[in-house]
T-cell receptor, first 117, second 113 residues
Framework: DTGVSQNPRHKITKRGQNVTFRCDPI?????LYWYRQTLGQGPEFLTY????????KSRLLSDRFSAERPKGSFSTLEIQRTEQGDSAMYLC???????????????FGEGSRLTVL | EDKVVQSPLSLVVHEGDTVTLNCSYE??????LLWYKQEKKAPTFLFML????IEKKSGRLSSILDKKELFSILNITATQTGDSAIYLC?????????????FGKGTKLSVIP
């Protein structure tokens, strides 16, 4: 499968614990995005990487959230000291300059669903 | 701040009906408008619209953009139960070259037999 891959697909954790999600984008895509989606809402932008550089962060991304893309390939999103309000689907998406230049279309992974008890 | 508003938020129709989903947008550096279909998993791409008045079609689905009035519609004719999903509209902002998508809340379509 050459699509965007995310894991784990589901994570249940207790409040206060740290969690980490991983995203493997489509191999030739140099742009990688993280979005968060809660029930009844569309995806909300969290952060964006071009290669290994994190170029933009939403104000939704509090200090407890950190994202990395160390070698410009896969990315991780870590949430420290989780809160119940962090419960959501975390979606990763990727795109290539050619596609983005033409349409802005993103290719999404299937998401990592976080439940904080 | 970019904004996308979809209506209705929820819709229930019978198989065979035709539906129209609405999307209005305010995007600072507008590049394009995208429609996605989301079932239980990731959003899957339906259409990309960049020019006013040009209808995009794919089977029973079609979409059109009005850049003057800042809205788009997605039509589904002869609906089937497999069309049941959340339909997301997203405006693409090309400011700073990042191509950020701002999504609406989506329209939840339920097609009953």
């Amino acid at each position: 499968d050459t699509g965007v891959s995310q894991n784990p697909r589901h994570k249940i954790t207790k409040r206060g614990q740290n969690v980490t999600f991983r995203c493997d984008p489509i191999s030739e895509h140099n742009r990688l995005y993280w979005y968060r989606q809660t029930l009844g809402q569309g995806p909300e932008f969290l952060t964006y990487f071009q290669n290994e550089a994190q170029l933009e962060k939403s104000r939704l991304l509090s200090d407890r959230f950190s994202a990395e893309r160390p070698k410009g390939s896969f990315s991780t999103l870590e949430i420290q000291r989780t809160e119940q309000g962090d419960s959501a689907m975390y979606l990763c998406a990727s795109s290539s300059p050619r596609l983005a230049g033409a349409t802005g279309e993103l290719f999404f992974g299937e998401g990592s669903r976080l439940t904080v008890l | 701040e970019d904004k996308v508003v979809q209506s209705p938020l929820s819709l229930v129709v019978h198989e065979g009906d035709t539906v129209t989903l609405n999307c209005s947008y305010e995007v600072t550096n507008f590049r394009s408008l995208l429609w996605y279909k989301q079932e239980k998993k990731a959003p899957t791409f339906l259409f990309m619209l960049t020019s006013s008045g040009i209808e995009k079609k794919s089977g029973r689905l079609s979409s059109i953009l009005d850049k003057k009035e800042l809205f788009s519609i997605l039509n589904i004719t002869a609906t089937q139960t497999g069309d049941s999903a959340i339909y997301l509209c997203a405006g693409v902002d090309s400011g700073a070259g990042s191509y950020q998508l701002t999504f609406g809340k989506g329209t939840k379509l339920s097609v009953i037999p």
